[in-house]
C-alpha cells in the first residue's frame, strides 16, 4: 500500500467551505422559489377578486344600457319611434363586457384550483427532497470532510518532510518608494 502524498490540505478546507456556502445559497435559493410560487397563487387570487368586482360594474353597465334603450323606445310626440341603434349597441357591448369579465372569473377560479396541485406535482417532490439533503445529509458530509481535514492535519504533522503548497499564491511584493 502507498503511502498518501498530502500537499494541499488547504484546497480541502477551501472545498469545505465552498460546500457549506453552495449549502447555504441553496437554501436560500428553495426559500426564494417558495415565495414566489406563494405571491404566484396570491396573484390569481387578487385577479380573482378584481374581475369578481368588474362583473359587478359589468352588471351595473348593462342594467343602465337596458334602462337607456327602453327610454328611448318610446314614441315620438309625432308617433314615430326614435333610432334606438346607439342605445341597442351600448347594450351589446355591456354585455360582452360582461361575458368577458365573468370568463375570467371562471378562469381565475380554475386556476387557483389547478395552481397548488400543479406545483406539488412539479416542484414539491424535488424540492423536499432537496431541502432534506440540504438539512440532513450536507451537515453529515460537512462533518465527515472535517474529521478527514483533521486527520490529514495530524497524518502532515507526523511526517518531517512535509511542505504543503499554498492554496493562495503569496501577495505580490510591495513595489519599491521612489523618493
Known sequence: ????????????????????????????????????LRRAHDWVGDQLARWQRAVREREDDVTRAKAELSQRKFPNWDGREPDCTVQEKNLRLAKAELEHAEEQVVRCRRWLGRLPKLIDETYGGPSHRLANALEAELPKALADLSRRIAALEAYAGLRPDFAPTPSVPPPPAPAPRAE
Not at 502524498?5 to 441553496?26: F, K, P, T
Open 1 to 36: 500500500m502507498e503511502a498518501a502524498d498530502v500537499r494541499s490540505i488547504d484546497a480541502v478546507r477551501d472545498w469545505h467551505a465552498a460546500l457549506a456556502g453552495y449549502g447555504e445559497m441553496l437554501a436560500e435559493a428553495l426559500a426564494g422559489v417558495g415565495l414566489e
